[in-house]
């Protein structure tokens, strides 16, 4: 069945059109949109949680929530931190503007490809932007010295990293961003952006946060809403000394925090052994998806520690014209990366999910690049997986 996309919602922002504005263009059929875009834990919260919360609906949305310390002080309860090393806010891409504000004060050196409000940010307040090209041809993996070469020769005085990266998935070992923050002790600022970290099974403790809130000049940022798979509830931290964490609490806006997030971080004490569940399910689905995608002759797929798979089309097959092709025919709605630094539409970004939803993601992509790639290349040789982590 086919659907019509109107391309120019794709165009708008450098960022994806949401799941909701998506589903109302797409009328009837958007309940039926699967979403390899956004990358969400399918797997949590469970349906038990999700039926508490629903009940609890109405005063949920009813009555304020209590103030910011008091949620964040829960949180801290839950994952072990020190409250006052932490500051809670409205997703963490609000703690990014207020970063870039606080503490950003001429310039900023950042890898790419990387989420975007990492280079956007900066740049709308004028910042000077160094960025650091990712190769392909190593598999866009970082490497930590040439990088810290790149920002003593930038003079770049804020310096961030993201680990695992968006959107290949890239990961460093913790003695290596040990390693990092030590070397650049001397900078305004380092941010280790760990949003995608509990994704991680390379390695049983990969987190830097606790060794954050004991440096001067360091900041380790956490998304909530990837990990607990609740985005539209707009959540996540930093891990900082008491200095600088107590410094982003007074700056927040007052009552930032809502009532959903609330009863979600209230929820979180009881719920600690599904949540680990939820992520070695992921971590199993992660594995399966990569090798059903590997065995597509027209894909390179990169090894990725993070929810979503980074995979390179075959010269010839567009990315777009697939992205509007598997949302048009097959309701399945991906991260085509043409419009992020560092990449180029023959790029995707794949959110892993479940069995299932990846069937359809396959059958599709199939539909679309068979006949290309048969057209294009009879000699050409077939893509490896690259930067595999065993
Ligand atoms: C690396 C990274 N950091 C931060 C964010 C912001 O997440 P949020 O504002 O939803 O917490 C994202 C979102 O995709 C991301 O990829």
């Given amino acids: 069945m086919r659907h019509r996309v ?11 059109p949401s799941y909701f504005e998506l589903s109302r263009r797409m009328g009837d059929h958007g ?17 038990d949680m999700f039926d508490f919360l629903a009940r609890n609906l109405e005063s949920v949305l009813k009555f304020y929530p209590s103030d910011a310390d008091t ?5 801290a309860r839950v994952l072990g ?13 609000e703690l990014i503007t207020w970063m870039d504000h606080l503490w950003v004060r001429d310039s900023i050196a950042i890898p790419i490809p990387t989420f975007g409000r990492w280079t956007d940010q900066p740049m709308e307040t004028g910042k000077r932007v160094d960025m650091f090209p990712l190769q392909e041809d190593s598999g866009f993996a970082l490497d930590i010295d040439a990088y810290i070469r790149f920002i003593r020769a930038r003079g770049s005085r804020t310096a961030v990293l993201c680990n695992p990266n968006n959107p290949d998935g890239g990961y460093l070992p913790r003695r290596e ?35 954050a809130a ?38 927040l806006p007052k009552w930032n925090l809502n009532s959903l997030a609330e009863s979600v971080v209230f929820m979180l004490a009881q719920h600690g052994e599904e949540y680990g569940e939820s992520l070695r399910l992921l971590a199993r689905d992660r594995y399966n998806m990569g090798m059903q995608l590997a065995q597509l002759p027209e894909l390179t797929v990169f090894a990725s520690q993070a929810n979503f798979l980074l995979v390179k089309l075959a010269p010839g097959i567009d990315g777009t014209e697939l992205r509007d092709h598997l949302i048009s025919r097959h309701q399945v709605f991906i991260r085509e990366c043409g419009n992020k630094l560092g ?21 599709g992509i199939r539909e679309f690049v068979q006949p290309r790639w048969e057209q294009e290349s009879s000699a050409q040789v077939r893509p490896l997986v690259v930067r595999r982590i065993s």
């Fill in 6 to 16: 109107d391309a120019g919602m794709f165009q708008q922002t450098a960022h994806s």
């Fill in 31 to 47: 309940g039926q949109l699967i979403d390899f875009c956004i990358p969400c834990n399918p797997y949590f919260p469970t349906p």
């Fill in 71 to 75: 949620i964040s002080g829960q949180l």
């Fill in 81 to 93: 931190l020190n409250p006052a090393t932490i500051a809670m806010s409205n997703g963490s891409t």
């Fill in 177 to 211: 961003i040990l390693r990092f923050m030590d070397a650049l002790s001397d900078l305004d600022l380092v941010v280790i952006d760990e949003s995608f970290i509990d994704f991680v099974e390379a390695e049983r403790n990969p987190s830097v946060a606790a060794d």
């Fill in 214 to 251: 004991i440096r001067p000049n360091v900041v380790v940022l956490k998304s909530l809403g990837k990990n607990f798979g609740l985005h539209g509830i707009r959540f996540g931290y930093l891990v900082a000394n008491p200095g600088l964490a107590g410094k982003m609490r007074r700056t």
């Fill in 343 to 363: 990449m180029s539409n023959q790029f995707l970004r794949l959110v892993v999910r479940p069995e299932a939803d990846v069937a359809r993601l396959i059958d």
